[in-house]
């Protein structure tokens, strides 16, 4: 039975914006308490009196979580919908970051921020898989950018408002405050979201209703892909590992850019933390005007193009040296295709695979992703410490740039194409 469109035409806002809206604000939260943890570090080691490679586990145990759990996660937003896995990890996140703010001991730092990774498994594959299935094909691009200005709005926020929190409340606060918000998402979850269109009876915002039944979304449902079918395409592993390559490079440089900046050029704690602001908004600028493009570039060939940059502005910032300025201009240049990045990989599931998998798809992909955030953790945090300085991590996450440009080539053509629009 095709969709009725009488429903969505009696609403002057179509429910995807609704729907857009409310995954944004969870975006914003979330990728503050992720991204944020980099600017925090700095304050959070020196006071508890950790060093770089502890700092570098705390993350990985909430890294570990993730990865753990977002196959699940993403198994459960397509069979029991997206609305409810959202809320009840939403709860979840708002519990575990505020006892991030009570630590006093590496074990409690890594086991709060491991539930605070439980939470998080609902808060990127559900929320890109329900966005994109209220949105058209040929409009993914678009939406996948607006949702995307979230976390780069929240890294910004985190810059600028985290040297204020530590003046006038301790690092602490920072955690409090992170936990209120994700608790009152819970509410607005689960009065705002709904799982699909079909469920409100309308069609997928900018999908015409002659192009339903010859659109790539509805022909991905008469198609079936179980989970052992998936494993043996080998378009799933190529863009698997490029996914692990790049989640590498980019950890590798945001989570330690600011402890970078303080203790290796030698940057005041406002000078440096003022990188995360920089990063934030040209995500934001990145997400706005690349993910877009991509609806008429292609993922592979915008993903070519991001992943090229981001590998010459690794180099560069190893030649910069001691000039802040570059630095600034380098990371910049680089968050605009940070932002990019992780919602291009998240789309090609909805370009390469049915759309009926897409949670199963994307969740399978996370574990590469993890990965390689994990190893770099350990990896840069070592490097660090035992050689005093992070020029050979730097030069790590280049070369991981570079193989996953590589990879990424030999990936096929898409199996949809943006014709529904």
């Not at 074990?107 to 808060?123: E, H, I, N, P, R």
């Not at 705002?192 to 409100?200: A, H």
């Not at 969740?363 to 300085?389: E, K, M, N």
């Amino acid at each position: 039975m095709l969709p009725r469109l009488e429903h969505s035409k009696s609403k002057r806002i179509h429910w995807a914006w609704i729907i857009l809206a409310t995954c944004f604000v969870n975006l914003f939260i979330n990728y503050s308490v992720r991204l944020g943890y980099g600017v925090v570090l700095p304050e959070m080691i020196r006071d508890l009196g950790f060093s770089r490679t502890a700092g570098g586990s705390i993350f990985n145990a909430y890294l570990f979580s993730y990865i753990i759990l977002t196959p699940l996660t993403g198994f459960l937003t397509d069979r029991l919908g997206a609305r409810r896995v959202i809320t009840a990890c939403a709860f979840i996140l708002g519990i575990g970051v505020i006892l991030m703010g009570t630590v006093r001991s590496l074990w409690t730092a890594c086991v709060f921020y491991a539930v605070v990774g439980m939470g998080a498994t609902g808060m990127w594959t559900p929320i890109i898989t329900v966005v994109q299935r209220w949105f058209a094909t040929s409009r993914r691009g678009l939406a996948l950018g607006i949702l995307s200005t979230g976390y780069g709005l929240g890294f910004a926020t985190m810059g600028a408002a985290f040297p204020w929190i530590v003046n006038n409340f301790s690092w602490r606060f920072s955690w409090y405050f992170l936990g209120a918000g994700a608790l009152v998402m819970v509410a607005g979850n689960g009065i705002f979201l709904r799982s699909s269109p079909e469920s409100e009876g309308c069609l997928p915002w900018g999908q015409r209703e002659s192009a339903t039944l010859n659109s790539p979304d509805w022909k991905g449902h008469q198609e079936s892909i179980n989970l052992s079918g998936l494993f043996r395409k080998q378009t799933f592993w190529i863009i698997g590992l490029s996914y692990f390559c790049i989640s590498y490079s980019l950890y590798g440089i945001t989570t330690f850019m600011v402890d970078y900046a303080k203790y290796q050029i030698g940057l005041p704690l406002g000078k440096a933390s003022f990188l995360a602001t920089i990063h934030g908004i040209c995500q934001v600028v990145g997400v706005l005007t690349i993910l877009p493009l991509s609806d008429y570039l292609g993922r592979k060939k915008t993903i070519l193009i991001s992943n090229s940059f981001i590998a010459v502005c690794l180099i560069g910032i190893l030649l910069a040296g001691n000039s802040w300025i570059l630095l600034y201009v380098l990371i910049g240049i680089m968050a605009l295709f940070y932002g990019v990045t992780f919602p291009m990989y998240g789309a090609c599931a909805g370009d390469y695979f049915p759309k009926h998998i897409m949670g199963t798809v994307i969740g399978a992909w996370t574990p590469f992703y993890g990965a390689g955030a994990i190893l770099v953790h350990w990896v840069s945090g070592l490097l660090r410490d035992t050689t005093g300085s992070y020029d050979h991590a730097f030069i790590i996450n280049a070369i991981m740039a570079a193989v996953a440009l590589i990879l990424i080539y030999f990936v096929k053509g898409a199996k949809c194409s943006p014709e529904d629009g």
